[in-house]
């Protein structure tokens, strides 16, 4: 049972434009929401988080979007950069308890292109 | 400041043996969370350690154990190892139980 579901395997975007990865749940007791990148060889990094009380959060370059009636989040990358390049993981935790037991999406591969 | 480490990087073993991954976690850091990242999916949460206690559990048999020292390092044990044990293990630690996970790069575990 796939809680949290990213859809799309990989996305190719070119440099200067808008990325846009998407994220989808099914347990509607997750209250906290996280993207995570990931380098070859290297562990997930952590990039950027929201709240269930929240529809939005940003963080220079990068936005989060929350919709709670579908069920969906999405973060947006503008603009996209070469190094921007990597996996991208959605995570989601249960109980407003942060960061506590992540439950990650499959992941996207994000290809920045000059 | 060192972050999170694990070791060893690569490891192979043969179906019914065990094995012990190790992870120092970063600097200040007091609590460790254990994932399984098969190919092409995502981390899956083993256990969280804090304390020296196992504080929560993923879906993961009896076959996963595992131990938090007084440093706060921690091992994480596998017995009886089945071909679909195969996969990237991968440490995470934070200060407390729900502060944010700092990852190692894992150690990749083959069983053949």
């Known amino acids: 049972d796939q809680q949290v579901k990213q859809n799309s395997p990989s996305l190719s975007v070119q440099e200067g434009r808008i990325s846009i990865l998407n994220c989808d749940y099914t347990?509607?007791?997750?209250?906290?929401f996280l993207w995570y990148k990931k380098y070859p060889a290297e562990g997930p990094t952590f990039l950027i988080s929201?709240?269930?009380?929240?529809d939005k959060n940003e963080d220079g370059r990068f936005t989060v979007f929350l919709n709670k009636s579908a069920k969906h989040l999405s973060l947006h990358i503008v603009p996209s950069q070469p190094g921007d390049s990597a996996v991208y993981f959605c995570?989601?935790?249960?109980?407003?308890?942060?960061?506590?037991?992540?439950?990650f999406g499959t992941g996207t591969r994000l290809l920045v292109s000059p | 400041d060192a972050g999170v480490t694990q070791s060893p990087t690569h490891l192979i073993k043969t179906r019914g043996q065990q094995v012990t991954l190790r992870c120092s976690p970063k600097?200040?850091?007091?609590?460790v969370s254990w994932y399984q990242q098969a190919l092409g999916q995502g981390p899956q949460f083993i256990f969280q350690y804090y304390e020296e206690e196992e504080r929560q559990r993923g879906n993961f048999p009896d076959r996963f154990s595992g131990h938090q020292f007084p440093n706060y390092s921690s091992e994480l044990n596998v017995n009886a190892l089945l071909l679909g044990d195969s996969a990237l293990y991968l440490c995470?630690?934070?200060?407390?139980?729900?502060?944010?996970?700092?990852f190692g790069p894992g150690t990749r575990l083959t069983v053949l």
């Open positions: 347990n509607s007791m997750f209250d906290y």
């Open positions: 995570a989601a935790s249960g109980g407003n308890t942060g960061f506590q037991k992540l439950v």
């Open positions: 600097s200040g850091h007091d609590t």
């Open positions: 929201i709240s269930s009380i929240k």
């Open positions: 995470a630690s934070s200060y407390g139980t729900s502060g944010e996970q700092f």
